[in-house]
């Protein structure tokens, strides 16, 4: 195929999406100038230039960027001062998905994000082309990945009316998800909006304190425990809304099929996302179970894969919130054993005492040092009690074995996590011991797969040393033989 540029709407979009940072510093801008007594056509001729610059800008970026697929690979050009060209071979690419943002949709546009497991952000991204373009392109690479073969693989298109519907997020059931989420994010925006206010009226945050210490004045003769319960039930509906809100425009509409040897999902409200997830590249299964939402049954299942996604532990989200009943098919589907409590085994009691270490002593002295310069730090003392509880706990929720099939481990107290590795899927066994670890007679067993990354990985902490040592030769011993069987069955 004869290398092609994105589509032309692009320029258009991209010039869009720096709007809104120049719209808000509009008015800033013209309150200020108004005041030097400019004139209106003066001030709105810089505005005018910097809307032409920012379009033959994006024009430019549109110009030097083009794509070609070539038999086995796809390259990707693009720079104008540095030209830059990767080829992407055809048998590396794990995972090709759809995304289209507000703007995306309104233009009928899409971005292909191209992964190869290889653990960079950006390994091959196409923004933006025409969703039937995007299809095409997934299409295509699928084809030439399998057979070879460029010519012809327009011909063979995805059968999705074949594909069978695992899991379906019901409007209903999306809003009660959303009550587990509770998020503050909100403050952070009131705060982000009152900066805005004090650069365009001029408030500084002087006057914001002067206004602050007159309301406490005025409230301390009515300050109560009834108001103090109300302020804090208004926090926590917004807190609720915000969580709520959020759910929403991420998991709208979720949809999980499946065909053949390959999932697919689809999400979101404002930004529509559509993943295809092969079965070869999920290289473990993680089962989550919230801090509420945990205890009422409610579970989320999620896969790691050599091609990754977006969020920053590179896994896949394929049930957000289901019950246990509902994720055994999927996890079958999946290629993965079920999990098996009764193989497992409680790590070093030292994991009690690291515990209070970490959650419980240092925080304490932390806060006590901060109270001498910040009085009302000394209130985040009564929330010791709850890293009390988790640190008691921790032995009991951490716990490891060598199933029939896999390696699994679980860990958490607050947030559960249970995860499930196939011996053949094992990338790398590492022995950590830290200084107080040494002190003690234990270590840390990481356990690496391909694709993996984040700091929530099937880590298995405080183990015995000689238990360690027993554990990592027997898995590995099994992970040969996992191996030497894949090795022959592919013979």
């Known amino acids: 195929m004869a290398p092609r540029r994105l589509d032309p709407r692009t320029i258009v979009v991209r010039s869009l999406q720096g709007a809104p940072s120049l719209i808000l510093g509009l008015p800033v801008f013209l309150a200020w100038s108004r005041g030097e007594d400019f004139p209106l056509g003066f001030l709105l001729a810089p505005l005018a230039l910097l809307?032409?610059?920012?379009?033959?800008?994006?024009?430019?970026?549109?110009?030097?960027?083009?794509?070609?697929?070539?038999?086995?690979?796809?390259?990707?050009?693009?720079?104008?001062?540095?030209?830059?060209?990767?080829?992407?071979?055809?048998?590396?690419?794990?995972?090709?998905?759809?995304?289209?943002?507000?703007?995306?949709?309104?233009?009928?546009?899409?971005?292909?994000?191209?992964?190869?497991?290889?653990g960079e952000a950006d390994e091959g991204r196409l923004d933006s082309v025409s969703l039937t373009e995007a299809h095409r392109l997934r299409?295509?690479?699928?084809?030439?990945?399998?057979?070879?073969?460029?010519?012809?693989?327009?011909?063979?298109?995805?059968?999705?009316?074949?594909?069978?519907?695992?899991?379906?997020?019901?409007?209903?059931?999306?809003?009660?998800?959303?009550?587990?989420?509770?998020?503050?994010?909100?403050?952070?925006?009131?705060?982000?909006?009152?900066?805005?206010?004090?650069?365009?009226?001029g408030y500084g945050w002087e006057r914001w304190l002067e206004?602050?210490?007159?309301?406490?004045?005025?409230?301390?003769?009515?300050?109560?425990?009834?108001?103090?319960?109300?302020?804090?039930?208004?926090?926590?509906?917004?807190?609720?809304?915000?969580?709520?809100?959020?759910?929403?425009?991420?998991?709208?509409?979720?949809?999980?099929?499946?065909?053949?040897?390959?999932?697919?999902?689809?999400?979101?409200?404002?930004?529509?996302?559509?993943?295809?997830?092969?079965?070869?590249?999920?290289?473990?299964?993680?089962?989550?179970?919230?801090?509420?939402?945990?205890?009422?049954?409610?579970?989320?299942?999620?896969?790691?894969?050599?091609?990754g996604g977006d969020h920053v532990s590179g896994r896949q989200e394929l049930v957000p919130f289901a019950r246990p009943g509902e994720l055994a098919p999927v996890i079958a589907l999946a290629g993965l054993p079920p999990f098996e409590p009764s193989w497992l085994r409680s790590v070093s009691g030292w994991h009690v005492v690291s515990g209070l270490i970490g959650f419980v002593a240092v925080p304490a002295a932390m806060v006590l040092a901060a109270t001498a310069f910040f009085p009302l730090a000394g209130l985040l003392l009564l929330t010791l009690p709850v890293f009390l509880v988790v640190a008691l706990l921790r032995r009991r929720r951490h716990r490891y074995g060598l199933a029939p099939t896999s390696v699994q481990v679980m860990r958490g107290v607050l947030t559960g996590r249970d995860w499930t590795i196939p011996y053949g899927n094992v990338q790398a066994v590492t022995v950590t011991r830290g200084p107080l670890q040494r002190q003690f007679g234990v270590a840390t067993v990481r356990i690496d797969t391909a694709g993996g990354r984040g700091l929530s990985r099937p880590h298995v902490h405080d183990i015995d040393e000689k238990d360690a040592a027993a554990f990592v030769g027997d898995l590995m011993e099994r992970v040969e033989v996992s191996r030497r069987g894949t090795a022959s069955s592919a013979e």
Do not use: C
Not at 155 to 171: H, I, K, M, N, P
Not at 281 to 307: C, H, P, Y
């Open 51 to 118: 809307v032409l610059v920012t379009l033959f800008l994006s024009w430019l970026r549109w110009r030097v960027f083009t794509y070609r697929i070539l038999p086995g690979q796809l390259v990707i050009s693009h720079g104008l001062i540095k030209r830059t060209r990767r080829s992407i071979p055809a048998e590396r690419i794990q995972d090709v998905s759809i995304k289209q943002g507000p703007l995306a949709r309104l233009f009928g546009l899409a971005e292909v994000r191209i992964e190869t497991g290889g």
């Open 139 to 201: 299409r295509v690479l699928r084809s030439i990945r399998m057979s070879g073969d460029v010519a012809g693989a327009d011909g063979g298109g995805e059968d999705e009316a074949a594909e069978a519907l695992l899991y379906r997020l019901e409007l209903p059931r999306l809003l009660y998800s959303g009550l587990f989420r509770f998020s503050l994010v909100w403050i952070a925006a009131i705060f982000g909006l009152l900066q805005y206010l004090d650069q365009m009226l």
């Open 211 to 307: 206004m602050l210490g007159v309301a406490e004045q005025a409230l301390q003769s009515r300050l109560n425990l009834r108001v103090l319960l109300g302020v804090a039930g208004f926090a926590f509906a917004l807190g609720l809304l915000a969580g709520i809100v959020t759910t929403v425009l991420r998991n709208f509409g979720f949809k999980l099929t499946h065909a053949e040897a390959r999932f697919r999902y689809r999400r979101g409200l404002l930004t529509k996302t559509e993943v295809v997830v092969a079965k070869r590249q999920i290289q473990l299964g993680l089962v989550e179970r919230g801090t509420v939402s945990g205890r009422l049954g409610w579970r989320a299942f999620k896969v790691q894969t050599l091609g």
